[in-house]
């Protein structure tokens, strides 16, 4: 059974760093593309970022590329969001996801899995 664990989101003002964590098990890790989503108050679930399945790709949405970092760490089964320099608009709550593949993913439909999500409030 797959399981997909986020962890790590707490309130951090503005300008501050944050480093996500998810945590996977039940299936094969470095043999799929991990990706991070997050849906803000009011909004639709949006794209962040994906890795691909050996960790050597990555893609990041345009509102978050250059503040943030996605790795894993596949002998860990591990995946992480290290975000810097935090904005009010960040504030969602951010999931974990496995894709259908080991290529990086930007679409909810490449994704097969979820996990329940992390929140991660921003206070000004």
């Known amino acids: 059974q797959v399981q997909l664990a986020e962890s790590g989101g707490e309130s951090v003002q503005a300008g501050g760093s944050l480093r996500l964590s998810c945590a996977a098990s039940?299936?094969?890790?470095?043999?799929?593309?991990m990706g991070w989503f997050r849906r803000a108050p009011g909004k639709e679930r949006e794209f962040v970022a994906t890795?691909?399945?050996?960790?050597?790709?990555?893609r990041y949405a345009a509102s978050v590329k250059d503040r943030v970092i996605v790795s894993r760490d596949n002998a860990k089964n591990a995946m992480y969001l290290q975000m810097n320099s935090l904005k009010p608009e960040d504030t969602a709550v951010y999931y974990c996801?496995?894709?259908?593949?080991?290529?990086?993913?930007?679409?909810?439909?490449?994704?097969?899995?979820w996990g329940q999500g992390t929140q991660v409030p921003l206070s000004s």
């Open positions: 996801d496995s894709a259908l593949g080991p290529v990086t993913a930007t679409m909810p439909p490449e994704y097969s899995h």
């Open positions: 890795i691909s399945g050996s960790g050597r790709a990555w």
């Open positions: 039940g299936f094969t890790f470095s043999s799929v593309a």
